[in-house]
Every structure is written in structure tokens, then in C-alpha cells.
């Protein structure tokens, strides 16, 4: 009988890359746990454009492969300042951000001119599908607090490899560190159940984790970086890591946002971060991207607040060039608090939203700007 793979089983890791687009082995202390976690993998096929005597299209090229990703989850400080959150958001935050200072009593999340990290990113669902992309990179980070709700970290960007295993691919025999897959309509179409490299095999009841170094589809066949025990009719399946989640998401009604230290009503305020990052996949010599680069940076931010007369000022200044210090604090408790800064910010010209009944809100937005030194316009940070 078909089982379905059930969203509510899924559970997630993040790992910084030591080698660009090379997996590494995930541990419990790598896991992330996420509201959302995307993966939208790509390949692009170009038709022919041959002439052969028919309008029937005789065939299509493989090209370029990639994709995108996207991540949503909590704000969770680990509830002790000076210690960074679960290590599957830090590495997120750390490459999304370019660096990491624990070294105080605090976590701080500051830009970087330094080359992009990249990530691993894993996803299981259950006993059905195993999702990993390697050689990922972050282009955005969002903070975001929306009126009385949590507030969210909002990730995306894009991906070298996309990597996958779906619980039940049946051996149909095993040569050395080759195995061949059954693919009949007798034995179960297996075939295209696992693909990609860098997923930690197991096979029948051999207990050793098997590295997968290529899928050859033509063939049915998975190579291992080592051979296996397993047999024809064993299955595989792939080694999931465990999970070490800490931490206390952070409510929606103990926040403060402050422009030049002066608190003003906080309904809403994003921060949002466009790094720049973008992988290079125009070289003819591969069908993925080799690296990452780095791009113009953005810091932006939209705010919502209620118009009163004592934050006046601060409307008024979009109307010149003044730059304001934001500050959004998630939290009051020393070790269960985040914060989001841009040091110099310029306020954009806002609306005063005047319903007939209602009081008055103002919708601002900004644009961070260099402080003192490159690299200072705006940080993430845990106390």
C-alpha cells in the first residue's frame, strides 16, 4: 500500500560549507527548526532546432542545473547571552550576514567584505523523502515583526546541486562500490528514486553509512565512495542525523523599536538585508555554478508606527538628508533577546495614514547607509 510523506514529520539541518558545493556529515547540532523550508531545484532543456523533415521535436539538450531555496522560521535566542542560537540559524544568519562575533557576553551578526560563505542544507520528511542542496548561498535576510504575532527570520537565495532519496529503492544487485537498482514494472520502478552525490547511504542491514559519489540514470546505477554488504532485494535509505534544538521563540508583544533612542509605537517593522550573493554558472565548462561572488549590498527596512507628536521630527526628516540610528529590540530578558540595527539610516518621505475614525499611523520606510567604517550599516545580535 502507498504511504504518504507527511509535512508534519519534516525536520531540517544547515551547515556552513568547508569546501564550496561539497557535503559534509550533519550532526544533531546542525538542525534548524523552520516554519517553512523550500527547495526548488532547475534544468534547463534546450529544444532542437534542427530540420528534419517533421514538425515532431526529435530531441532536447540538457543544460544548466540549480535552483532556489527559501526558509522561514522563529526568532529563538538560545536563552543564555553570549551563546548563538540552534547551529542550523546561525549558520544561516552567519552566511547570510558574512560573520560572526561571539567572543563577549553576546552573538552579533555583522556584514562582511570578506568572499561569501556557502551552505549545506538538509530536509526529511519522515520515512519517505530526503531533500540536501549543497553549494548554496544566501541573497536575502529578513527580520520581521508584524503587529501582535512572533517575529520571523525570512531566508533565500540559490543553490549549486540539489541532492534526494526517496526510503524504499530496491538493490537489484551489487559490483564493488557499484549497485544497479531494479527498474521493471515487475520489481517497482527504482530507478530515479535517489540522485545527486554526497548522501550518506544505508543499505540493508549493513550499519555503515555509504557516501553516494554519482548516479548514472542510463545505467541505473549508484556509485559509493566504499562497497556494502547489502545484497539484491535489500533497499536503501539514507542516514538522518539527529536533532539538538535549544532556545524560546520570541513572543509578539514584549518589543520595542527605537529611532535616535526615542521609542516610538512599533506595529510593524521588517529589516531586510539583499546581500549581493549570486553564484557564477555562466562558465561553458559546467552544468552548475563553481563559486560565488559578491554584489552591491542593500539594507532596507519598512516600518509602521503611530504617528504622535513627539516622533513628528523623524516623519519630517525624509523631506532632507538625515540620517536616523533604528534599532529593534525582539524581547526584554538578557539571553532571550534580538536585536536589529542600522546605524545610519535614511528615513524615506512617508504617508500619514489618517482613517476617519481610527488614530493615525505612519508606513516609513529606509535605506541603511555606511556609519563610520564599510561594513557597519546594520547588524543582527543575541543578548
Known amino acids: ?32 527548526a523552520f516554519i ?22 526529435q530531441t532536447e539538450i540538457a543544460g544548466l542545473e540549480g535552483g532556489s531555496w527559501s526558509a522561514t522560521c522563529y526568532v529563538k535566542p538560545s536563552g543564555t547571552a553570549g551563546t548563538a542560537p540552534d ?6 544568519l552567519t552566511a547570510g550576514m558574512g560573520s560572526i562575533d561571539d567572543a563577549g557576553g553576546y552573538v552579533d551578526y555583522n556584514l562582511s567584505a570578506a568572499a561569501p560563505q556557502t551552505l549545506q542544507i538538509a530536509k526529511y520528511a ?44 530496491e538493490i537489484d544487485s551489487v559490483a564493488s562500490t557499484t549497485i544497479t537498482l531494479k527498474d521493471s514494472a515487475g520489481d ?12 550518506r547511504l544505508l543499505c540493508g542491514a549493513d550499519g555503515t553509512a555509504r557516501v553516494l559519489e554519482s548516479t548514472d540514470y542510463a545505467n541505473k546505477t549508484l556509485t559509493t565512495d566504499a562497497g556494502t554488504s547489502a545484497g539484491s532485494g535489500d533497499t536503501i535509505s539514507v542516514e538522518i542525523p539527529g536533532q ?18 526615542k ?52 516623519i519630517g526628516s525624509g523631506h532632507f538628508d538625515a540620517t536616523r540610528n533604528i534599532q529593534l529590540t525582539l524581547g526584554s530578558v538578557t539571553g532571550k533577546k534580538c536585536v536589529a540595527i542600522a546605524r545610519a539610516a535614511r528615513l524615506e518621505v512617508s504617508s500619514i495614514e489618517l482613517p476617519e475614525a481610527d488614530e493615525a499611523t505612519v508606513s516609513a ?7 563610520s567604517t564599510n561594513e557597519d550599516e546594520a547588524y543582527i545580535g543575541f543578548y
Open 365 to 371: 520606510a529606509f535605506v541603511a547607509r555606511k556609519s
Open 126 to 169: 519522515g520515512a519517505g523523502l530526503y531533500e540536501q542542496i549543497t553549494g548554496a548561498w544566501v541573497e536575502s535576510v529578513e527580520v520581521s515583526l508584524t503587529g501582535n504575532e512572533p517575529p520571523t527570520f525570512t531566508f533565500s537565495g540559490g543553490f549549486a546541486r540539489y541532492s534526494f532519496c526517496y526510503d524504499g529503492a
Open 188 to 199: 517497482g520502478f527504482h530507478n530515479g528514486k535517489i540522485g545527486g552525490v554526497g548522501l
Open 244 to 261: 539538538t534544538l535549544t532556545g524560546e521563540i520570541l513572543g509578539g508583544v514584549d518589543n520595542t523599536l527605537t529611532i535616535d533612542a
Open 263 to 314: 521609542s516610538v509605537g512599533v506595529i510593524s517593522a521588517k529589516f531586510t538585508v539583499t546581500t549581493g550573493y549570486h553564484g557564477l554558472d555562466r562558465e561553458a565548462t559546467s552544468a552548475r555554478a563553481t563559486r560565488v561572488a559578491k554584489g552591491a549590498r542593500e539594507v532596507t527596512g519598512e516600518l509602521e508606527f503611530y504617528y504622535l507628536d513627539e516622533n513628528a521630527g523623524f
Open 36 to 57: 517553512d523550508l523550500s527547495f526548488e531545484p532547475s534544468k534547463a532543456w534546450t529544444k532542437s532546432a534542427e530540420h528534419t523533415g517533421s514538425a515532431t521535436l
Open 1 to 32: 500500500m502507498a504511504t504518504p510523506v507527511y509535512g508534519v514529520d519534516s525536520k531540517g539541518w544547515a551547515k556552513l560549507e568547508s569546501t564550496f558545493n561539497t557535503a559534509q556529515t550533519l550532526v544533531a547540532t546542525d538542525a534548524i
Open 87 to 92: 547551529g542550523g540559524l546561525s549558520a544561516l
